[in-house]
């Protein structure tokens, strides 16, 4: 038997109102803070990723699902939101858009040849933000207020921002230098992908998920002890500006985040509910400077942020926190005989082309069933069509919370529900 691709699922009606809910809400929220959508390629030139996330990361070097198109074009399924809007960026110039920064949204499946364990798919979906254009703490701090928004419009309370700055790229180099000098002297105890990063990305190793607990990364040298003047004015602006808006932080000095291209704010938000398990991120972001002029584009900065739908549920569950379901149907239709049913067709056709949900029984069950069926739907109101209603054309409409029935004619029934 054919089965589900491993790490991917299928969303059942019985799960998939609650991801037409968090959609909606994300769609409201975005709109709030004036982001539009922007819908890229679900697969890109490999290329793109290899560069704008950068050959250091667990993304390129062993997350991607790349082949060969029949032109023999090296394409990729795409792993992540930031590097594609990037590229349209560029190639639509939107730097010559009147209104920067470039404010957009993007609710879509990524794809990750990752090991499957709970809250890690190789098919999910992010939902995430991209601010292009624009050099300012104000835009940094109005992401993390987004952010937080998101999170708390749901009702979710155990979160925990975590921020740091990783400075410019001069205060970045700085600071690279000295944790070659740190981690050089003793760098064969560490996993081969950190022998690798000393050479091409030393930051990445404070992130290496196998070496978190070593010695030398927790003495290692802090990465606002090297931020530039500059940098470090602007992460206190931002931190500043946080107080101000009373969102609560924490300042992690190792917080350097999986990717290349990261410059002053990054930040992560987790979840410390209880029996969350050990994947506690729920969402991560920054501020990337150095991109756009990277990927031969304008002289431009962003910052952007990306979380997954399916860690925001696994966060609520572990909250107990219910999405409202979907408030069922308008009218049910129950029928005695098969005159009636017919009849009861034509009018589910008039209803439905009045905007008016309605369903019947197709499976020629008795009455009690049919009932029960309607209860399963939620259905708000029923009728009964038997013969004595076809002659009269008349049926009572029953509201199925009050148990009231009013007796109309068939026309009347939709113009009642329509009105409702
Ligand atoms: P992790 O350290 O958990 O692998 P990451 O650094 O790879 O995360 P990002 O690339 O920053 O994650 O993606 C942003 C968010 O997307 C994460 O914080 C997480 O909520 C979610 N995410 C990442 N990978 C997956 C996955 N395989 N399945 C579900 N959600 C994911
Ligand atoms: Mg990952």
Redesign the pocket.
């Known amino acids: 038997m054919i089965q589900v691709p491993r790490g991917t699922q299928d969303i059942l009606p019985e799960e998939s109102y609650k991801w037409q809910y968090i959609e909606k809400k994300l769609h409201e929220i975005a709109k709030n803070y004036n982001y539009e959508e922007i819908r890229t390629p679900m697969f890109e030139s490999t290329d793109l990723f290899v560069r704008a996330v950068g050959g250091s990361t667990?993304?390129v070097n062993k997350e991607m699902y790349t082949f060969k198109d029949k032109g023999d074009r090296s394409l990729t399924l795409r792993p992540?939101g930031t590097a594609p809007v990037v590229r349209s960026y560029i190639e639509n110039k939107m730097q010559h858009n009147v209104e920067q920064p470039v404010k957009l949204f993007y609710l879509a499946p990524m794809f990750?040849y990752?090991r499957k364990q709970k809250?890690?798919?190789?098919q999910?979906v992010?939902f995430g933000v991209e601010a292009i254009g624009v050099e300012d703490p104000l835009i940094d701090v109005e992401v993390l207020s987004m952010l937080m928004n998101i999170y708390q419009s749901f009702g979710l309370k155990n979160l925990k921002l975590v921020i740091n700055s990783i400075g410019d790229i001069e205060s970045r180099n700085e600071y690279n230098k000295a944790l070659v000098e740190h981690f050089s002297p003793r760098i064969d105890e560490f996993c081969n992908d950190c022998q690798t990063r000393i050479n091409t990305n030393p930051m990445r190793i404070l992130d290496c998920k196998v070496d978190r607990d070593h010695e030398l990364v927790k003495t290692a040298p802090r990465m606002y002890d090297y931020l530039n003047d500059e940098s470090k004015a602007y992460f206190e602006t931002v931190k500043a500006k946080l107080d101000e808006l009373n969102i609560n932080y924490e300042v992690d000095y190792n917080l350097v985040?999986?990717?290349d291209y990261y410059t002053h704010t990054a930040f992560?938000l987790m979840s410390d509910a209880e029996g969350f398990g050990a994947?506690t991120?729920?969402?991560?972001g920054g501020r990337y400077n150095g991109l756009l002029e990277m990927m031969d584009g304008p002289d431009k900065t962003g910052i952007g942020f990306?979380?997954?739908i399916?860690?925001l549920l696994l966060a609520l569950e572990a909250e107990g926190i219910e999405i409202p379901k979907d408030k069922g149907i308008d009218l049910y239709i129950c029928t005695m005989t098969d005159e009636a049913r017919n009849a009861a067709g034509t009018l589910l056709h008039k209803l439905r082309s009045r905007n008016i949900s309605a369903d019947m029984d197709y499976e020629n069950r008795k009455l009690k069933a049919q009932m029960k069926d309607a209860d399963r739907k939620n259905a708000q109101y029923t009728i009964v069509l038997g013969e004595n209603e076809l002659d009269s054309r008349q049926a009572d409409l029953k509201n199925m919370e009050t148990g009231e029935t009013v007796k109309l004619s068939f026309d009347d029934i939709i113009n009642t529900l329509e009105e409702l």
């Open positions: 667990d993304i992540e990750r990752e809250g890690r798919y190789r999910f992010q985040r999986g990717l992560e994947i991120t729920l969402c991560g990306a979380l997954s399916e860690r």
